[in-house]
């Protein structure tokens, strides 16, 4: 009697209830504008500096500056020296010898024209080269802003013992969680 009782007897352990389970997109939408790395050249093409300024990397902005402005400088430096020297030779071909650099010869009148033109065509290729490297910069930077760099998707270092020589690995893991 007690197995017949027990064997009919329908028992519940938990509540039965209709839950409305609901997709949630997770998905994040990232708002990327196709003319921000476009803007952001335009800015420094403009005005060196102002496409980091753009891309809020005002830390670039004193390299920029720094690198154009030395590279102006030797450029301005190399030409006036250029110029004295190439006056100073053209002088001493109408014979007069009366200037600055009258205890030079004219080979070295010759040579010092060679030396600082040569330093005024390398500053001026340093200057084009740094202005052309600010653009790129700026526009670089700003494509890289759009990237998705969440926790989602990581590289990360990983240090694991090996379980037979039991020592100390070191590799890279990929996570991607969805």
Known sequence: MFFFIIGHTTIFAQVK?????????????????????????????VLPGLG???????WKIP???????????FYLDSNTKYHQYRDA????????SDDKYS?????????????????????ALFV??????????????AALLQFNVDENLSVR???YPNDVTLKTNVGLTF????
């Open 89 to 96: 030779y053209k002088r001493r071909l109408e014979g007069y």
């Open 17 to 45: 209830t209709d839950a409305v389970l609901v997709a949630k997109d997770t998905v994040k939408t990232n708002d990327i504008d196709p003319l921000t790395p476009a803007k952001a050249a335009f800015y420094s093409a």
């Open 63 to 73: 390299l920029v500056y720094g690198a154009i402005g030395t590279s102006l400088y």
């Open 157 to 159: 270092p990983v240090i």
């Open 103 to 123: 205890y030079l010869d004219d080979s070295r009148l010759i040579a010092g024209q060679k030396f600082y033109q040569r330093n005024r065509d390398l500053s």
């Open 52 to 58: 980091q300024a753009y891309n809020k990397k005002y």
């Open 128 to 141: 084009v080269a740094f202005y052309a490297l600010n653009i790129i910069d700026a526009n670089v930077d």
């Open 175 to 178: 996570n991607y969680n969805f």
